[in-house]
């Protein structure tokens, strides 16, 4: 009742899972990744053990089709099982076992797989494999493409309950302590591919340092009486709101932005993130 993609980005060196399914907090059991490592998605009949053990195969060097092949072996429930890999070299399999309920099949691909079953049909994973082909940015932004992509194809005959997207790499954390880069997860939502989306944009404003380098705005003319707008409404302005930006509207927004704990965005220069100012806009309507 899940379809999932096993992605690996090789000019960012990301690797990545993303899933959605009628079950409760599915990313606590279907995604799994390790940086410089791989990435599995483990489902239909779950064996939780092919996380683990899977990614134990991967670091001792074996293919992701090896992988798959050892770890469904001497499972006397294969059949049952759905798994998918992605492994260090971006080399992917996958593997639906007979007696997944319909529809269930996958699609591999150049550096990834799609993955589902009990589906509507079809063109689930056939959607979520052109929308990973000729989706632009960056990793996050191609698997919660993929996602939205599977769900308007059909998805789930079941429906909808839970969705997850994780993606490593190396010193990935934001204090590059871990290789943990995006962990986000809706575990219990009546649209939550749709509340995966907007927890990620949350997540990217306070926690990642990604190369966005398109998508920013001048702080200049009506953008710039926006930020202000909102600078006074919550106390960090106290001038006339004009557009220009001084030494004092520049300390001003520094200290909302580190306030909000959206320091990592910060910029030195008269430009300011899309993803920030899309939140000033926000906030602009709520006022």
């Known amino acids: 009742m899940t379809f999932s993609i096993v992605a690996y980005d090789p000019e960012r060196k990301e690797w990545g ?6 079950f409760i907090s599915v990313g606590s059991i279907v995604p799994w990744a390790i ?7 483990t489902q239909a009949w779950v064996n ?4 683990p053990k899977g990614l134990a195969l991967l670091e001792q060097g074996l293919t992701a089709e090896d992988t798959i092949s050892l770890l469904t072996k001497n499972d006397d429930k294969r059949e049952d099982r759905q798994v998918g890999i992605v492994d260090s070299y971006g080399n992917a399999a996958s593997f639906t076992g007979s007696r997944c309920f319909d529809w269930a099949g996958h699609i591999v691909g150049e550096n990834y797989s799609c993955q589902g079953n009990i589906l509507v049909s079809e063109d689930t994973v056939l959607a979520m494999s052109q929308a990973y082909r000729e989706t632009k940015g960056d990793l996050a932004l191609k698997l919660l493409k993929v996602l939205e992509e599977g769900q308007e194809a059909g998805g789930d005959s079941r429906g909808k309950q839970s969705a997850a997207l994780l993606i490593v790499k190396e010193e990935g954390a934001y204090d590059g302590g871990t290789d943990r880069y995006v ?8 649209h939550p591919i749709k509340e995966l989306r907007r927890v990620f944009e949350m997540y990217n404003l306070s926690l990642l340092k990604r190369d966005e380098p398109d998508d920013k705005v001048k702080m200049e003319g009506d953008i710039m009486k926006a930020i202000k707008e909102v600078l006074k409404a919550d106390g ?7 557009d220009k930006l001084d030494t004092y509207t520049k300390e001003a927004l520094q200290k909302w932005m580190h306030t909000n704990n959206f320091e990592v965005k910060h910029r030195d220069d008269n430009y300011m993130w899309g993803a ?3 939140y000033f806009e926000k906030r602009k309507e709520e006022l």
Not at 48 to 51: K, L, V
């Open 183 to 190: 962990d986000v997860r809706v575990d219990e939502h009546k």
């Open 276 to 278: 920030v100012y899309r």
């Open 35 to 41: 940086s410089g490592v791989g990435a599995i998605a």
């Open 48 to 51: 939780t053990s092919y996380g």
């Open 17 to 22: 899972v993303a899933v959605q399914s009628k």
């Open 236 to 242: 960090f302005y106290e001038k006339d709101i004009d």
